[in-house]
């Protein structure tokens, strides 16, 4: 009789776990598992939102590599990459640093410099814009410079890329900040004691005891840094629509041109699963590289 109370107070406790899991599970195989999926499919075929798709195998795929548009957005994106992920993990850090030493007004200037954070993407793309216009305040601001009283600091070959970057930078940087201070505080100072006593300089003990301790906070930030930048498109479509000259057109971009303005719906699908490979490849290099174990301070 007592075995049988407790299999029966297991089968409930089962079945009213699926049921409180039930919902969450739904919400996620109805809008990221079969969108998914449908990509994967839609990826497979020629669809034109017109009519309805037919199967071409990976004849998508195969365009892909003779597609001179794709291949500036593969460049476009990895140019973009490459500046708004390194300046982030160094300045995000020292700042971090900075804001671990006490001074006066500490926690003010932290939530004031964290703030940018709290907008949206749009929100920054639209004010910046406004910034940026040839009329505005940083042209202003920029003219005992520049000598240009107008300068095109978004339709210049050379200055829109690096408005760009600067812009996703001085909106990722804070976000990031937080993230090192709470690697940097949970690391005791015991270690810290003990690489002085060794008679190490500060500049040693961050080598040798700061960033080892740091490894699982270094992967966290660099995975996250580089996925937001290669799957970059608000900053792009608000700011400049790919211009000048497509030199902004990421591959992000691409897939929202190809599927709703070419209404090529197929390769803008290739195009998403290309994008969803290599991040989860660049994901699989960085946990393999980095090897972000558990840290123990035992």
């Known amino acids: 009789m007592r075995s ?3 299999r ?9 776990g699926v049921l409180f899991v039930a919902p969450a599970m739904l919400f996620f195989l109805v809008f990221s598992l079969y969108p998914t999926l449908n990509g994967f499919y839609l990826s497979l075929t020629e669809y034109t939102l017109l009519k309805p798709p037919v199967f071409v195998g ?30 982030k993990w160094i300045l995000s850090l020292a700042l971090a640093m900075l804001f671990l030493a006490p001074f ?4 003010f200037f932290k939530t004031l410099y964290f703030t940018p954070t709290l907008l949206s993407a749009v929100v920054v793309s639209l004010v910046w ?11 202003a601001l920029a003219k005992p410079i520049t000598r240009d009283p107008d300068t095109l600091w ?7 890329p690096i408005s760009l970057i600067f812009v996703d930078d001085w909106a990722g940087i804070p976000f990031f ?11 005791p100072r015991v270690f810290y004691e003990a690489a002085l006593i060794d008679g190490t300089t500060r500049w040693q ?4 005891v700061t960033l080892p301790l740091l490894r699982p906070t270094i992967l966290f930030v660099v995975v996250i840094s580089t996925i937001n930048s290669f799957q970059s498109f608000a900053l792009q479509y608000v700011m400049t629509r790919g211009g000048p000259s497509d030199l902004t057109t990421t591959i992000a971009l691409l897939v929202y041109n190809y599927g709703f303005n070419y209404f090529r719906m197929g390769q803008a699908a290739a195009m998403s699963v290309f994008m969803f490979f290599v991040i989860i490849l660049i994901t699989l290099i960085y946990i393999r590289s980095v090897r972000a174990e558990e840290t123990s301070y035992t």
């Open 4 to 6: 049988w109370i407790q």
């Open 8 to 16: 029966e107070f297991l089968y409930r406790r089962r079945v009213y």
């Open 58 to 87: 990976f004849e998508n795929y195969t365009k892909l590599a003779g597609n001179n548009q794709f291949q500036n957005g593969v460049k476009v994106t990895l140019w973009f990459l490459l500046g708004t992920t390194v300046p």
């Open 104 to 107: 006066r007004g500490r926690e």
């Open 129 to 139: 814009k406004l910034l940026l216009d040839p009329n505005g305040v940083i042209s």
């Open 154 to 160: 978004l339709s210049d070959r050379i200055l829109t």
């Open 177 to 187: 900040m937080i993230i090192w201070i709470a690697g940097l505080v949970g690391i």
């Open 205 to 208: 003990a961050f080598l040798h």
